[in-house]
């Protein structure tokens, strides 16, 4: 068995740090640890290359190619170690002492027949993480003597992926950049193989607040991204068929109303960013990488 965690990071040296020493604590040891440092200008360079433990290995991006394309260079160099298994998490995952212990017990309750396993994702004051709730199967109790809810998707913090599934359906999709590529890439895993929500694996997720991806309040300063929301999201909702592609084209006709009739500022730049979203999403037909031989 050998266990590979990555993480991509970003300007979040103080909390890189704390992420990597709760990894480097795990009652189960780690294989190795991919670091993929997405273009930062603080001092996250320096810190990495100081790192003397072997298992840690570091990756350094001139420019920022997003989370998604990120995660898809991590992955890939994790897989370059011939992993059972690729741990996946965000700087800000903290997770604790026996997440790993949990998640390896679970595996082997399924006899590695699983495509990955989430992690209990809580916010800072113990309560559940709102932009880490896992999507429940409508059949979510086939393991449930094992304590394991099944799903269909679930985000990238804290995702315990077999290798296996990797080499199956290949790789997160880059081009998404931001948003969306960690539901897109479960439930391409969850697809092919039943997969799980592990809930005695506990991650703390330290985002600055609890809060979910919602464009009437969020910050000015971050209106520009949910072009990749609405993006990202009309091309998982057209690939997984017309029915789902038509509720989705009424959410976004609601969500435009909601701009326009419900009390919040920059109304014209939201309408803005979420009908170029719109559009980009009916053209967008993103490359899936698939695995090479080559990878390991």
């Given amino acids: ?70 995660f898809n260079r991590a992955i890939k160099a994790a897989m370059e170690y011939d992993p059972t298994a690729v741990w996946i998490m965000d700087d800000d995952s903290i997770v604790k002492p026996n997440a790993l212990e949990e998640l390896v017990s679970a595996k082997e309750q399924l006899k590695d027949k699983y495509g990955f396993l989430s992690s209990n994702v809580l916010w800072t004051d113990g309560n559940p993480c709102l932009m880490n709730i896992p999507e429940v199967d409508k059949v979510w109790n086939s393991q449930m003597t094992n304590g394991l809810v099944k799903l269909n998707h679930a985000s990238f913090v804290s995702m315990y992926v077999n290798a296996q599934a990797i080499k199956k359906v290949g790789y997160p999709i880059s081009e998404f950049f931001i948003w969306g590529d960690d539901i897109e890439y479960s439930e391409r895993i969850s697809q092919h193989y039943a997969s799980y929500f592990v809930p005695k694996s506990t991650v703390i997720h330290k985002m600055k607040d609890n809060v979910e991806v919602n464009i009437l309040t969020d910050d000015p300063n971050r209106i520009s991204r949910y072009y990749y929301d609405v993006r990202n999201k009309f ?56 695995f090479s031989n080559k990878d390991n």
């Fill in 1 to 70: 068995m050998k266990n590979i965690a990555v993480i991509v990071t970003f300007n979040k040296k103080t909390m890189l740090v704390e992420c990597l020493n709760a990894l480097l604590s795990q009652t189960v040891k780690l294989d190795g640890i991919v670091v993929f440092d997405n273009g930062s200008n603080d001092d996250t360079k320096a810190y990495l290359q100081s790192i003397e433990d072997s298992r840690v290995h570091p990756i350094f991006s001139t420019v920022n190619l997003g989370g998604a394309g990120g």
């Fill in 235 to 290: 091309y998982r909702f057209r690939k997984k068929g017309m029915k789902y592609l038509v509720k989705y084209i009424l959410r976004i006709i609601l969500l435009n109303f909601k701009v326009i009739f419900v009390n919040n500022q920059h109304k014209l730049r939201k309408l803005g960013v979420i009908a170029k979203g719109f559009f980009a999403g009916v053209i967008f037909n993103p490359k899936i990488e698939k």
